[in-house]
Structure formats: C-alpha cells, structure tokens
C-alpha cells in the first residue's frame, strides 16, 4: 500500500478545519478509551470561552448551566442520541452563555468506537449556535400567533384557492362563518359557489372571473346561504400568488358583515327618513313662514312682509337712484256691507278688492294687505306725480263699479294716499307714515279720491297727534274742569238753574274752551270720559254751593252721542245716586234723535226711570222732527243763539221764534233761550214767552267758586251784567260764541 503524502494529508486537514470554522460548527470529541476530551475553538466560542482555556468538561458542572426547562431533556436525549435514536440524532437545548444570557444550541452526535463489552467508547459530534435562527422562528411564532388571535378577535377566515386543481383550503373560522363546521377543510371551488345567494351569485362570479382574467386582487361583498339556512353577508378580500412550485393560488380573508351591512342599511333608512322629515319640516317651515308673511283671506303679503319689503325696495333706489313710492289703500263704505250683508259679504269684498288692486299694478309692484280694509302698494318708479295719479285714478274707477254677492249689489270706493321720494336719505318709515297723512286727508276731503303727501299736511297731523297726546295727559292730570253759566226763569229773573260747560286749564295755553279740543277729543272716543268727569264734579260743586247757601234747582250737562249709546251707562248713573229732578242732560238736535238705535233709547228710558230730565239743545238748527219730539218727550227746548241774535232787529225771527215756543208750550215742553247778550233781548223772549233764559246779558261763565257769591249780589237785576263779568271770569266775546258749549 502506497504511503500518504505527509503534506497532502496537512493540506486535507487544513481544508476541513477552514470548513468546520466557516460553517460556524463548534466540534467535541469525548474519547473515553484514552480518557481525553477535545472542544474546537467554535465550540468555545459558542459559549464565550476563550479559545486558549483548556476546558475539560465535567458533566454535573455542565448539568448546571443547562436550561431548567431543558435539564431533564438533555439528560434523556444523550443516552439516546449515543444509541443511535434516530429521533434523537439531533436535539436542541439552551446553555447558559459566559456573559449571562441563554444561547441556542443544536447538538449532533454519534458514537464512532466501542470497547471490548461493546459500550461507548468513543462519541463524536458538532454544536451549533441556533440561537438567531430560535429568535427568528419565535418571532414567527408571535406573528403566529397574533394573527390568530386577531383573526380569532375579528372572526375572519382565511381560504386559499389552488386555480389549476380547482380546490380550496378554508380554516375553521371560515367552516364556522358558513355553517359547516365539522367538515373537511379541503373543498372543492363548487360548494363555495353554490353558498353563494341566488341573487348574487352571476355578479360574483362574473367579477371574479375577471379578477382572474386582469390578474389582480379583488374586494367583494356578497350574501350567502348558511348550512343552517341562515342569509348572511360577507366581505372577502383576495389576491393571487405564485407558489414555489410555480402555481397560480389565490389567497384571501373573509368576515361577516351581516351586522355592519344591517346597520349601514338602517342608518341609510334613517337618513331617507330623516331626508324625507326634513323635506316635510322644510315644506312646514315654508308653509309657516308664508302664513307669517301673507294675509290669510287673500293671499296678499301683510304688514311683516310690507316691512321687509320696504327695506329692500328703499336700499334698491337708494343704490340705482329711483324713487319709491307708497299707495296707502281705504276702502269707503266697507263697514256698511258687514253690517247689512254680513263679514262673509264683507271678506267676499276683500277678496274682490285684493285681486282688482293686482290687475292695476304692474308685476314688479308689491301690493299687500295692512289689516281691516287697508291695503298698500309699493312702486319703483323713475318720475313721480303722473304715473302714480294714473295708477290710483285707475284703482279708484275699478273699485267703483258694483259687485255682485248672493243677490245683491255692493258698492265701494276707495281713498288713497300717496307719497313718493328717493335719493341716498330716503327713509322708507317715513314714507309710510306720509302715506298715511294723505290717506288721512283724502278720506277728509269726501272720501274716493287721492291725495299726495304734502309738508302742510304734515305739519297738521303733528300737531293735532301733539294735543291728542296733551288730552290724554290732561285727563291723567285732572285739567279738565266744569264751568257754570246761570239760568233765569224769564218772567222773575231768578236763578232757575245751571248749565256746566267744559273747559281745559291747559298748563301753557290757559282756559280752553271746547272749540279747541272737542273735535280731536271726540276721535279719541274721549269726549264720553269728559263728559262722565264734568257731571261728577258739577254734583259736587252743587253739594259745595248748598254748604254755602246756594241751591241750584237744576244742573244741565251735556253728553255726547257716544256716551249716550254706551249700554252701562245707567249703571254708572245709579251707582252715582243722583237726586231725582236735579240733573238734566242735554243733547244736540244734531244727534239723529229720529234713528236712535235701541241702546240709546234704553239709555232715555232709564234717565226717565233715575228722575233725570231730557233737553235738546239747538234747537232750530238741527233735524228734529216733531214726531220724534213726541217719542223722546224731552222736559226742555234750547232755541240755539243763531235764532236769538237778530230778534231785536228782524219781525221774521221774532215771528219763527215764538213757533217754537208755541210747539213747545202745546206739547208741555219748556222752552230755553240761549245767547242772550242784551236787555232787549230779555224783554223781547219775557213778551214772547220764553220760559228760561241764558246768555252773556244775565251771566256769563264761571268757575264753581264765584257762583254763590254772584247769586248773592244779584247784578243781573240790574241790567248790568252786559257790562260787567265777575271777577276771575274768562274773557269770552261779548256775542257769546259756541266756544261756551261743553263737549
């Protein structure tokens, strides 16, 4: 046999030590024959030891730095591994590492050499530091395991689909999802097709068929059919792969739905309901704020739309220059139709009315109604006057003609005020306010007829709102007083009795008499409190005067038409406990005695009932008839002053005087002169007959504290009370003027 070349056989040795130090194995030999023990220097390495340490091993000591969860496994596999246990041929444990931490080792061996009794005589093998390839297969492991766990959380299953075999691969958690638990894994691609609901399978296979077409991943929802008949919808997301065999595989996850599609189904029902609320509450909303803004009877906008209205018109002429104008509309003679046809005729009316004012106005014109039968319309216009007399003339001619309701014709018109202004200082209020001062003098002016706003006009209407204001203040401060002018039987000349006249102690102006207060007075529905408050002070005044004296026999008061029709007036009367045949009530012959209306006449019969006289005053220049002379049956006749002025100068007057007087005494009625300013006509009324006198020639008026003592001195006997006034008297024009009436 050929001898080894000493040098090949270093070069061969020299070559495996360079393998076994690059493959990282760290080699052991226990020689038990020769009693030795050698450990490579990656063996040692392995273990922190340093190359140079002769380290001889000694197996307690080297029980110790094992694992305490590997020990009794170590110790089990060696005698295994040294037998030749081919599941022990490798096994793996962890070693305590010189510099304190645990390092993977997977150990090899084999036993190459028996002795004589055919025990182990020699073991050879290699160690190898697993510990980053542990490291890794544990934070496999963890990924595993959180996976699962996360697919266990979220209940998604995991399939994976072999395209070319037609099979597929699903995990427990898809065997559950689909109600077939219990079942193989492995299924073929039908049973997935068949799960699939009816009425979604074409469209989902179709968009996998071309998913698969494109090569591309897919995201599907669909329903599908349980094992145990239940519908359930599922999500699936996939894509394909490439195995190492080169295979086309699809993977993908899939989870159930059916919960979230359920809710996102009813919140979409919830959404269109809530739409379809909100529709109904936008639709109520525009309903409602309609009715805010328009008149329900005739559809016209109202007084809150005019008000926006207004604003919006005002700032589109003050930015292009234009004029705005404002027709303010009163319907004449409507009351009329509600009080003899009723309020249907009358809303019939408004509606008539409402629809003529939109044919007679342009379009871009805005007509509204106000309130009542007050209507208004709003015009932008480049010029003025022309154009909006043509507009109201024409309103007026249409209102006009004649409407026909169940049989019967109504008939209208109407008055209009205008006003018109623009530029940058235009004030829209105003304009409406101005509108209103026309309106007020066209329906004063005779009524179906317009009138433009005019400064004048203006300035009246302040005005007399200013002493509106200063009557109702008055009354709050008790400045309305009575005054008295005395009364004389016409054949003695004594004292028959009294008549109250109103007067204002206006704390600028002085004494008032009526003449400056009674008509704006009578617009404020005040003349019935005037009147009420003269009577209960000329009652007290006449207690006064008793206390000095002084009995009056009689105290005449006027009252007004108003409070003549007020049906609680002889409550008011009783509660006031007035004395049977002291007090007269005067009314104007003015008052249409021959229509008076049933609470008026209830009103006389209870003034009869309370021992209350009756007189008419001014007689003569009213419209009293005889017949209605009879039906009131009043105690006295007042011939008004116009019909005493001229008797000393003029037979025909003297002549119609003594008619009335006659009348008079033929119906036992008395018979009052009034405005007797001079002696002649003293003698002339005593001749005729006159039964009462008054006038400046006898008395002028006075305040309650002057009357005793000029009923003591009795001047008027001597014929100079023409001449003479008492003291602290108002100056009054000696021909006595109706300034001395009350209210």
Request: aromatic share 6%.
């Amino acid at each position: 046999m050929q001898a080894r070349d000493p040098s090949d056989l270093a070069d061969r040795e020299s070559r495996w030590n360079y393998a076994l130090v690059g493959s990282g194995l760290g080699v052991w030999d226990h020689n038990d024959r020769t009693g030795t023990k050698y450990y490579s220097d990656t063996w040692k390495e392995i273990r922190g030891m340093p190359v140079d340490e002769d380290y001889q091993g000694n197996y307690e000591e080297w029980l110790t730095l094992l694992h305490p969860d590997d020990r009794d496994y170590v110790i089990e596999a060696i005698p295994k591994q040294i037998a030749g246990d081919p599941d022990y041929h490798v096994f793996e444990y962890r070693e305590r590492h010189r510099q304190g931490h645990w390092v993977w080792i997977e150990c090899r061996g084999a036993c190459v050499e028996w002795d004589e009794s055919g025990a182990p005589a020699r073991i050879v093998g290699t160690d190898t530091d697993i510990t980053a390839r542990k490291r890794s297969e544990e934070m496999l492991e963890q990924l595993s395991r959180r996976l699962d766990l996360a697919l266990e959380i979220t209940r998604i299953g995991v399939f994976e689909a072999d395209l070319e075999a037609g099979m597929v691969e699903w995990d427990d958690r898809l065997l559950t999802m689909y109600g077939v638990e219990g079942t193989p894994r492995i299924k073929r691609a039908e049973e997935w097709e068949q799960a699939l609901h009816p009425d979604d399978r074409e469209c989902t296979l179709n968009s996998l068929s071309e998913s698969l077409e494109k090569d591309r991943g897919l995201l599907q929802e669909f329903r599908i059919i349980r094992g145990d008949g239940a519908e359930r919808v599922i999500r699936s997301r996939s894509a394909f792969f490439l195995d190492a065999e080169g295979k086309r595989k699809l993977v993908g996850a899939s989870w159930d739905v059916t919960e979230e599609v359920n809710l996102r189904n009813d919140l979409q029902k919830a959404k269109e309901l809530a739409e379809a609320r909100n529709q109904e509450l936008e639709a109520a909303r525009a309903s409602i704020e309609h009715l805010a803004l328009h008149d329900y009877l005739t559809g016209l906008p109202n007084r809150r739309y005019l008000d926006r209205m207004l604003d919006e018109r005002a700032a589109t002429c003050r930015e292009n220059g234009l004029t705005l104008a404002v027709l303010h509309i009163d319907l004449d003679r409507f009351k009329q139709i509600n009080d003899t046809l009723g309020h249907r005729a009358g809303d019939a009316m408004l509606k008539h009315a409402a629809k003529l004012l939109k044919g007679c106005v342009r379009s871009t014109d805005f007509v509204a109604r106000i309130g009542g039968d007050e209507f208004v319309v709003l015009c932008t216009i480049d010029s003025a006057s022309k154009k909006l007399s043509n507009i109201a003339v024409r309103i007026i001619r249409e209102l006009n003609k004649p409407v026909r309701y169940e049989g019967h014709d109504c008939r209208f018109g109407a008055s209009i005020g205008i006003a018109a202004d623009g530029g940058p200082e235009l004030d829209p209020r105003q304009l409406l306010l101005n509108a209103d001062i026309a309106l007020y003098r066209a329906k004063a002016s005779g009524r179906n007829r317009h009138e433009f706003f005019s400064k004048d006009a203006r300035r009246n209407i302040i005005a007399v709102k200013r002493l509106s204001d200063e009557i109702l203040l008055g009354l709050e401060r008790d400045e309305f007083i009575p005054y008295y002018q005395l009364q004389f039987d016409a054949r003695t000349l004594e004292v028959a009795g009294v008549e109250t006249l109103a007067r204002w102690r206006h704390p600028e102006h002085g004494l008032l008499a009526p003449d400056h207060f009674l008509t704006i007075a009578e617009d404020l529905d005040a003349v019935s409190t005037i009147d009420a408050l003269i009577l209960e002070k000329a009652l007290a005044d006449r207690a006064g005067w008793a206390e000095e004296g002084f009995v009056t026999p009689k105290i005449s008061v006027n009252v007004s038409s108003r409070r003549l029709a007020d049906p609680g007036l002889a409550k008011k009367l009783r509660a006031q406990k007035i004395e049977p045949g002291v007090v007269s009530f005067e009314l104007l012959e003015s008052i249409s005695l021959d229509d008076c209306d049933d609470a008026v006449l209830a009103n006389l019969r209870q003034f009869r009932k309370l021992g209350i006289d009756i007189e008419i005053d001014d007689f003569g220049t009213g419209r009293a008839s005889i017949v209605s002379l009879l039906k009131l049956s009043p105690r006295r006749l007042k011939i008004d002053r116009e019909l005493i002025r001229m008797l000393p100068q003029s037979a025909e007057q003297r002549k119609l005087v003594r008619s009335i007087i006659d009348i008079g005494r033929s119906l036992n009625i008395g018979v009052t002169a009034e405005g007797v300013e001079t002696m002649d006509h003293v003698r002339i009324l005593r001749d005729l007959g006159c039964d009462t006198l008054q006038g400046y020639a006898l008395a002028r008026p006075m305040p309650a504290s002057q009357v005793p003592a000029f009923v003591r001195e009795e001047h008027w006997r001597q014929g100079e009370t023409a001449s003479r006034r008492p003291k602290g008297a108002a100056r009054q024009p000696l021909n006595g003027s109706r300034a001395n009436k009350s209210a």
